[in-house]
């Protein structure tokens, strides 16, 4: 009897050292294929291949504390159908003054409605986000990039609405953690989402380019990174001056 105790002792120990041992080096190695995915990208990551399952440099700064006032808002919401503007009006006053239930429950009738545009679900999300119901407004975020991947990143009236609201970088913050979820896409996107809002572009890109999407996922994932690198270039180029090319000097 003691003998089999004794045995069971030791063969616990044996496990438990070989998993110790393995499981760093299978973290490591994942970290390492996340990084390789980025660079090949396009993109530098901030993986460090020695921390464990740390999919991107979470301690970027904050540039703001929140995000500058977009001056497309009134051409996004000006281009919604007319059903839908007067209510998202009253969901981003709602949402600037800190009601996130109301302006949820503004929104709600909209958003249940099939014909609603993927812009108004789009901001549904972040007003479920505010109150932490974080696996509803992934899902809700995902579900309007699907609808409209081309658009997702040009919604300018969901930066107007954090426009008076002072919770934006504990939002921020909180969204940081998820683009930890690179086998998420939703979380995943979430993350990135709150970082393009916050003004970090680059950021935000590292993020989509670590998820590891589900097979249904794919395509949406795949566009939104071209968006996004489309509009980083974009803003690389307008802030690069033109070079002046001198006439040849004549002989």
Do not use: W
């Not at 159908?81 to 909209?110: C, D, H, Q």
């Not at 680059?202 to 993020?207: H, I």
């Amino acid at each position: 009897m003691a003998c089999s105790i004794i045995c069971k002792r030791f063969s616990r120990m044996v496990v438990g050292a070989a998993m110790a041992t393995l499981l760093p080096l299978a973290l490591t190695r994942g970290g390492c294929a996340r990084a390789q995915e980025s660079a090949a990208l396009g993109f530098t990551s901030s993986v460090n291949p020695r921390n464990a399952g740390a999919a991107i440099n979470l301690d970027i700064p904050l540039e703001s504390v929140a995000p500058a006032q977009a001056t497309t808002a009134a051409a996004s919401i000006a281009a919604l159908p007319a059903r839908e503007r007067l209510v998202v009006r009253k969901a981003i006053a709602r949402f600037n003054s800190g009601e996130y239930r109301a302006a949820t429950r503004t929104l709600r009738p909209t958003v249940e409605d099939e014909r609603a545009t993927p812009a108004v679900r789009q901001f549904y999300a972040i007003t479920l986000f505010a109150q932490d119901r974080v696996s509803t407004a992934a899902y809700e975020l995902l579900r309007a990039a699907k609808k409209n991947p081309r658009g997702f990143f040009h919604n300018a009236f969901v930066k107007q609405a954090y426009r008076h609201n002072s919770d934006f970088a504990s939002h921020l913050r909180r969204a940081r953690r998820y683009c930890r979820h690179t086998h998420q896409a939703e979380l995943g996107l979430l993350g990135a989402y709150y970082q393009y809002l916050a003004g970090h572009k680059t950021a935000a890109a590292q993020a989509l380019a670590l998820i590891k999407p589900r097979r249904r996922d794919k395509t949406c994932i795949a566009a939104l990174r071209v968006q996004l690198r489309q509009i980083i270039a974009a803003a690389h180029a307008a802030r690069t001056p033109a070079v002046a090319t001198s006439a040849p000097l004549k002989k």
